[in-house]
Structures are given as structure tokens and as C-alpha cells.
């Protein structure tokens, strides 16, 4: 049986979270000084203190790490659900594991796991043609 639509919607979704994930590297490896500076600078202007200069960028921080370990597990499981899917036909575990991947992306990104999550359920329901027997 041909899995097109599992197969397309599973390569959308993943390069969208895979896209995600460049910019949690890029939230991980970004100069906080800089950005901390520049808070200081516009702080004139919002009445920020410095302790909440510190805790804005005590939460750019955290964000990143989460973003990117969120990306690189969601990453993984549509990578090994992707391959399981075309080189070894088993579209059960398949689905749920792109199905999973989309739960976990939906408090991330809403069009990639819905993606995933669509490409998951129809992994689970298709089922292969049978012959007709005829009597």
C-alpha cells in the first residue's frame, strides 16, 4: 500500500520542527550580554529594574534549552517513525510514533503537530487493500 499523504505530511512536519530547532541552537549559542546590554539600554524607556533585566534574560535562557531539547526529541521520534514507515512497512508503531511527536509538538508549533498528528492517525486507521474473494 501506497503512504503517500503519512509519508508527505510526516516530511512537512519534521522540517518545520527541524527548522525549530535551528532556532533553539541559535537561542542557546546567542550572546546574553548583548541582549542584556540592550535591555539595560531600553530600560529607561519600559521602568525595568535590574532584577527583572535578569530574570528576562534568566527566561531567553531557559527557553532555548527547552525549545531544543523539545525539538530534538520530537526530531527523533518523526525520524525513526519516517523510517520505519518506508524502509520497514510498519505503519502501526509508525503512527504512534509520529502521533506522539505531534502531541509533543503542539504546545510548540500548532501547524507542525497537527501535521503529525493527522499523518499519525492515518497510519494507524489505513489498512491495506484486501483481494475480493469471489464465490
Known amino acids: 500500500m501506497r503512504r503517500t499523504g503519512e509519508i508527505a505530511l510526516t516530511i512537512i512536519g519534521g522540517c518545520i520542527n527541524l527548522l ?3 532556532i533553539g541552537i541559535r ?3 546567542a550572546d ?3 541582549f542584556q546590554m540592550q535591555l539595560k539600554a531600553a530600560s ?3 521602568n525595568l529594574t535590574p532584577q527583572q533585566i535578569n530574570e528576562i534574560v534568566h527566561f531567553a535562557q531557559i527557553f532555548g534549552n527547552m525549545i531544543l531539547v523539545f525539538t530534538i526529541i520530537i526530531f527523533l521520534l518523526t525520524a525513526i517513525g519516517l ?3 518506508l524502509k520497514l512497512k510498519m505503519a502501526k508503531t509508525a503512527g504512534v510514533l509520529i502521533l506522539i511527536a505531534g502531541v509533543l509538538s503542539l504546545p510548540e ?3 507542525p503537530g497537527i501535521l503529525l498528528i493527522i499523518a499519525g492517525v492515518m497510519a ?3 489498512k ?3 483481494p475480493i474473494d469471489s464465490y
Open 20 to 22: 525549530f530547532l535551528l
Open 27 to 29: 537561542l542557546l549559542t
Open 32 to 34: 546574553y550580554s548583548a
Open 44 to 46: 529607561e524607556e519600559q
Open 83 to 85: 523510517f520505519l514507515l
Open 109 to 111: 508549533l500548532l501547524i
Open 124 to 126: 494507524l486507521v489505513r
Open 128 to 130: 491495506s487493500k484486501q
